[in-house]
């Protein structure tokens, strides 16, 4: 809708009663006073006074990706002066910059509410924005670009999961444990902004850890092949957006001897007979029995081991004995007994 006013009475009743997406251009024409009885998300004050607004992009834009086509380079757009108060949460793309100083007022906004996306540019003439893109670029590419993904987010409102995440209910203790996921913005569009975590609670002894996850191609990755044999449950999360996901997965312990269910009866035969032995089976004990007692090989062996230990075993005690005996001798012969 370009400035709207009385004559767009029929048709935003209509798209308020389906409610549709919304993308509202506003000028110097605009029936403000019309719109504010209107809509339900913003609230324009009414000054009767127009001035010309340059952009500047806000870099913490998040419901999809906008690439810097150097819009501080456009030519103004006149826009109605006075604040505009929003009743509803929104995200601004471009803010108004006036004289090279930015006012932190919002030139173009989009907005979620109700199941309803809208988008709103407090500007008129945009087709100067264009032409300029082609001076800058010798091309419509970016500008169209532009347009386009805006378009794109307006286009529809299903919902769909723009978190997903690749693990498996299973692990083997001695192989890689490795959880992937994919972020999207709101255009679906892969989002390699965003910052990831993920949590993760060992449900036998209640331990949790959180560890980032790591962007690598097209996705976000998390190694987690230290953990030891357990069950775990695990919550990815994002940074910017409150956006999570859970699930649980288990590790196994690893054990050789139960990763074959039966023997390799040809290797085994080809080892018994390799170092001239001989193979027997389960239900033929009774051979292998007899074998070892009639194989001269095993004989029994008895060992005898001896210890002898002196009488006087500790020095100490030896060295007393010595003494008492001097002292002895000493006192009989001091009392003249000898």
């Known amino acids: 809708m370009y400035q709207p006013n009385n004559k767009f009475k029929e048709l935003i009743a209509k798209l308020n009663a389906e409610n549709k997406n919304k993308f509202i251009i506003e000028g110097s024409n605009t029936d403000l006073d019309f719109l504010n009885k209107n809509n339900t998300t913003y609230d324009h004050e009414i000054t009767d006074q127009t001035e010309n607004y340059q952009a500047q992009l806000n870099l913490n834009y998040t419901p999809f990706l906008v ?11 006149k826009s109605n002066y006075g604040s505009v108060v929003f009743s509803v949460p929104f995200e601004t793309i471009l803010y108004k910059n006036v004289n090279g100083i930015s006012t932190q007022e919002p030139l173009f906004v989009t907005l979620e509410t109700g199941g309803r996306r809208e988008a709103i540019l407090f500007g008129e ?3 100067k924005w264009r032409s300029q893109s ?13 347009i386009g993904k805006l378009v794109q987010y307006l286009a529809s409102n299903k919902k769909r999961n723009r978190l997903n995440i690749d693990y498996q209910s299973f692990y083997n203790g001695n192989g890689n444990i490795i959880v992937k996921a994919e972020l999207f913005d709101k255009n679906y569009v892969f989002d390699a902004r965003e910052t990831l975590q993920i949590t993760v609670t060992d449900n036998l002894s209640k ?12 996705n976000y990755q998390v190694d ?19 956006l999570s996901k ?3 997965f288990k590790i196994l312990e690893y054990n050789v001897e139960q990763q074959f269910l039966n023997a390799n009866v ?4 080809q080892l018994a007979s390799n170092s001239e032995g001989d193979s027997y089976f389960i239900d033929n004990t009774t051979s292998l029995v007899d074998d070892l007692l009639g194989d001269n090989r095993y004989k029994t ?25 001097s002292a002895e001798w000493f006192l009989r012969k001091y009392k003249g007994l000898i």
């Not at 082609?134 to 532009?146: A, H, I, P, R, T």
Request: charged share 20%.
């Open 134 to 146: 082609f001076l800058n670029s010798k091309s419509f590419n970016e500008f169209d670009g532009f």
């Open 207 to 218: 331990t949790s850890k959180t560890y980032p996850l790591i962007l690598k191609n097209n």
């Open 125 to 127: 003439n945009i087709w």
């Open 67 to 77: 690439d810097d086509i150097n819009f501080e380079s456009f030519p103004p757009l």
């Open 224 to 242: 987690l092949s230290h953990l030891s044999p357990s069950e775990y449950s695990f919550k990815v999360s994002s940074g910017k957006e409150n």
């Open 266 to 269: 040809g290797k085994l035969e």
């Open 301 to 325: 062996i008895q060992k005898s081991h001896k210890n002898s230990l002196p009488l006087i075993d500790w020095k100490y005690l030896l060295a007393v004995i010595a003494l008492s005996l």
């Open 246 to 248: 859970s699930g649980h």
